[in-house]
């Protein structure tokens, strides 16, 4: 029996199924070969939206779609191959007697379930799983370390996972994987961090925590444009516009983004440029002499909402008193 795909897997284009995801400016995503040939073939807006795109359009990988495409397709049922109870792949991942190559069966296998199942991220949590999750993140070989991330950002999925995986010491692995990781790694451990900053009182922590802003500034300038939605988060509290300030070039960076970014990277740049302006009158100095007035004035034409209210209170922050320093 065939497996059937859900349709957010399939590209709009050719409707098979993606290999290669990609997000368009539009904030809609495509197969790369797919998109790649439509834009090739001189078209310049979007297949879907018909809205006008960039003379050279970004193409973002989704790295989080590409994943769940590829554990959906690793753990979907077959009648030939039925899939191990749960508290036999806790029970091998956990195990120090498992060979590797069943901890990572385990790895994958969980990935894909917990991805779907609320109940067993919570059994999986409550069994004391999570020590050796973090263990194989902290792993060599890239491949555990890809799957064990991917299964500690699907248990971040819940608020009552979150806090307790920062106490587990969350934070510190995640943040080793920004810093040195392989590029998928990355992207994964910066939508983990985005997952656990959801919670206030995660903020402060992952903020303050030595090595995380300039591990997702530096991502940022790599082009992870997933970097700039964690800092916009990071960015309310304290420690983050602290960590933030001591960052050289963060405003380039910002005004990168603003001139480059998608939709959403706009979006968050704008928002994380006027919390930084409103705290620092240095920061709004240095903004304004990078000059991101002219910027704003050339995004007034801009439809998105949120868009246009972070692009009217930055101005605003930028015209006030405090931009004198």
């Not at 078209?43 to 959906?72: D, F, G, M, Q, V």
Request: glycine share 6%; net charge positive.
């Amino acid at each position: 029996m065939s497996t059937q795909f859900p349709d957010d897997f399939k590209c709009p284009i050719s409707l098979e199924i993606m290999s290669d995801p990609v997000i368009l400016s539009s904030g809609h995503t495509f197969d790369r070969v797919s998109i790649q040939r439509w834009l090739d073939s001189g078209h310049r807006t979007c297949p879907i939206t018909k809205l006008p795109l960039p003379e050279h359009p970004w193409l973002i990988p989704n790295h989080a779609l590409r994943s769940l495409i590829s554990n959906y397709t690793l753990v979907s049922p077959s009648k030939s191959q039925p899939c191990s109870q749960p508290q036999t792949l806790v029970s091998a991942l956990t195990s120090p007697s498992s060979p590797i190559g069943t901890k990572l069966d385990s790895l994958t296998h969980l990935a894909g379930l917990t991805k779907r199942d609320s109940s067993l991220r919570r059994k999986l949590t409550e069994s004391g799983a999570v020590p050796a999750v973090l263990k194989f993140v902290d792993s060599e070989d890239p491949v555990l370390q890809e799957k064990a991330l991917s299964l500690l950002l699907n248990l971040s999925l819940d608020d009552d996972n979150k806090v307790g995986l920062v106490a587990e010491g969350a934070v510190n692995r995640v943040v080793k994987i920004l810093r040195i990781g392989s590029p998928d790694c990355r992207a994964i451990a910066a939508t983990i961090i985005t997952s656990l900053a959801v919670v206030e009182v995660n903020k402060a922590t992952i903020g303050a925590y030595p090595d995380a802003i300039p591990a997702l500034v530096r991502l940022l300038i790599a082009g992870l444009e997933r970097a700039i939605e964690v800092l916009g988060l990071l960015v309310k509290c304290k420690e983050g516009r602290e960590e933030m300030m001591k960052v050289n070039g963060c405003v380039k960076v910002l005004v990168k983004v603003l001139k480059n970014g998608s939709s959403r990277g706009v979006q968050y740049g704008l928002f994380t440029l006027n919390c930084l302006c409103n705290y620092s009158e240095i920061f709004c100095f240095e903004a304004r002499k990078q000059g991101v007035l002219g910027i704003c004035m050339g995004l007034v034409e801009e439809e998105n909402e949120k868009i246009k209210r972070y692009l009217s209170n930055l101005v605003q922050t930028l015209s006030g008193n405090h931009a004198n320093g």
